[in-house]
């Protein structure tokens, strides 16, 4: 699976934005995608997974209830919605993918495919 996030940009606090993963490659529509950020000088965390069956989704509780995962497997993509973003929000968020079993994957070595990564700035 190849994968392609876009949709980041610079917004103010309060503000929304959506992000897009495009993906590539037979197997997606069986594939766990999950969306990761990280910040300047600190690790890549979790920030939401969705399951192949587009129903299952899991949360990192820092953006639960402002974000949301859904995914079009007609469209090979997957998207994110962010709401109320806050300045914390502020990091380059990568999409990933992941083939295997086990749910909710939430760890970035639980999965194999990555897209590079859409930076997302959000001013106070």
């Known amino acids: 699976v190849q994968l392609q996030a876009s949709g980041g940009g610079l917004v103010q606090a309060g503000g929304s934005l959506r992000l897009s993963c495009a993906a590539s490659?037979?197997?997606?529509?069986?594939?766990?995608i999950g969306w990761f950020r990280q910040a300047p000088g600190k690790e890549r965390e979790f920030v939401a997974t969705?399951?192949?069956?587009?129903?299952?989704?899991y949360y990192a509780d820092s953006v639960k209830g402002r974000f949301t995962i859904s995914r079009d497997n007609a469209k090979s993509a997957v998207y994110l919605q962010m709401d109320s973003l806050t300045p914390e929000d502020t990091a380059v968020y990568y999409c990933?993918?992941?083939?295997?079993?086990?749910?909710?994957?939430?760890?970035?070595?639980?999965?194999?495919?990555w897209g590079q990564g859409t930076l997302v700035t959000v001013s106070s």
């Open positions: 990933a993918a992941d083939d295997g079993t086990g749910w909710p994957r939430s760890r970035p070595d639980s999965y194999d495919y």
């Open positions: 490659g037979r197997t997606f529509s069986r594939s766990v």
């Open positions: 969705i399951h192949w069956n587009a129903v299952r989704t």
